[in-house]
């Protein structure tokens, strides 16, 4: 697609298929083609340990493929032949095995956090200490190799021990890899030649430039339209290199710029985005998708204010503590809070919010639906009708309605 300009709407249009929204949806039950396909479009998957309704990261797949066997991810992750591994991509991540060589760059940096910086420097020999505990009897969680050691109450607030603080260093250093997570969703570290494939770790090191550009490449496929900091955040790229990178893409013409409508930022689109004629369907969306990541771009494009509110004091939150936005087509119409209530198999709804001008009844059934679906998706029994918002009203009207409740 060539362009020079793009109308909003337009925009819209690419991004969300760029993100694979409007691929057709499964006939039957997902397969690994359709899992392939998905992390083809996003290019990565966020990773969260906040299982208040279901991981981050399954999510995004669900909003794509309607219910899927979660299974589907795990084997793609965590059992051979790997489709993906845990590094820092995007915050914690899920990222295809062939990118693994493009991010070697930040495995050979100085780790971010000062903290585990300072750790490794103090503390030389525990790493390697913690290291060949790992080579000679991995795969090992930090709790399986833990000595009797003082926590560092100065962490951030986790209370690591210095073997954790050790087997994370050593994973962003790329010396160590996740080869699964346990039953309380803590990482299981082994040497990466025992968790990746050998033509992964046979591939060559890019240059730190040739990685920028892969990166920044991929990002632009699975955005479709962006502006130079999207194109950044999305690996969470340094400026210099990110800029760089664009500039290089652009002189070859895998990037082209284009003007959108409304943007006071220079965009840039992808050579292969798909510009649909409509967007169809109805999903909640993960506060960790791709799709909002970055806020600014939500706003810009949706105008929908979104910020998520777990980290703000109960008091002081407006939608509530896990809010999914709804997405109808190409337009965001409400937000809704959830939680998962596993002992009692009910999918509790907090709060149920209206975006201003959309058709309140209309919302509320598609709505009600999506929640009954996803629902049953969690293995939960029912949905509680909600607890308040201003929607909350008519979405309960719709359930009630949907069960045969006069």
Same mark, same amino acid.
């Given at each position: ?189 082994? !040497? *990466?030649?025992? /968790? ?9 090191? &890019?240059?730190?430039? %040739?990685?920028? +550009? @892969? ?59 798909? !510009? *649909?004629?409509? /967007? ?9 998708? &791709?799709?909002?990541? %970055?806020?600014? +771009? @939500? ?108």
């Amino acid at each position: 697609m060539a362009l020079e300009s793009l109308s909003l709407a337009q925009a819209r249009r690419v991004a969300l298929a760029a993100q694979g929204f409007t691929d057709p949806a499964p006939t039957g039950v997902p397969t690994a083609r359709h899992l392939r396909r998905v992390v083809g479009r996003t290019g990565l998957l966020q990773m969260d340990s906040v299982n208040v309704l279901q991981r981050a990261h399954y999510l995004p797949l669900y909003s794509r493929l309607g219910p899927y066997p979660t299974e589907l991810l795990d084997r793609a992750a965590y059992r051979r032949p790997r489709l993906l591994f845990e590094y820092w991509g995007h915050e914690a991540s899920l990222i295809p095995v062939e990118l693994q060589p493009a991010m070697r760059w930040r495995m050979a940096r100085e780790h971010q956090w000062g903290g585990l910086r300072r750790f490794a420097e103090e503390q030389p020999d525990l790493v390697k200490w913690v290291l060949d505990e790992v080579r000679e009897s991995g795969p090992l969680s930090a709790a399986e190799i833990e000595r009797d050691e003082p926590r560092d109450k100065s962490n951030w607030g986790w209370n690591w021990s210095s073997v954790k603080q050790a087997l994370e260093y050593l994973f962003w250093a790329g010396e160590v890899s996740a080869a699964a997570r346990n039953s309380s969703f803590a990482r299981v570290y082994d !040497l *990466p030649e025992r /968790v990746l494939p050998a033509s992964v770790l046979a591939a060559p090191t &890019p240059t730190e430039a %040739e990685a920028h +550009r @892969t990166l920044v490449l991929v990002a632009a496929r699975s955005l479709g339209v962006a502006a130079e900091f999207e194109l950044r955040d999305y690996f969470r790229l340094p400026v210099a290199g990110a800029r760089s990178a664009i500039a290089s893409l652009v002189e070859s013409g895998e990037l082209l710029p284009v003007r959108v409508e409304s943007w006071k930022q220079p965009a840039y689109l992808h050579p292969e985005a798909k !510009l *649909p004629r409509w /967007v169809r369907g109805d999903r909640l969306i993960s506060p960790f998708d &791709p799709l909002v990541w %970055e806020r600014a +771009r @939500t706003e810009r494009l949706f105008h929908f204010t979104y910020r998520i509110e777990i980290y703000v004091p109960a008091p002081q939150r407006v939608y509530g503590y896990y809010v999914l936005p709804f997405l109808q087509g190409d337009r965001f119409t409400a937000r809704v809070d959830l939680k998962a209530d596993r002992k009692a198999g009910i999918l509790r709804v907090p709060a149920a919010w209206a975006e201003p001008g959309v058709d309140r009844a209309a919302t509320a059934r598609a709505l009600a639906a999506e929640l009954q679906r996803l629902a049953g998706w969690l293995g939960l029994e029912r949905v509680a009708p909600p607890d308040g918002g201003d929607l909350g009203g008519p979405v309960a009207a719709a359930l009630a309605s949907a069960a045969g409740v006069p």
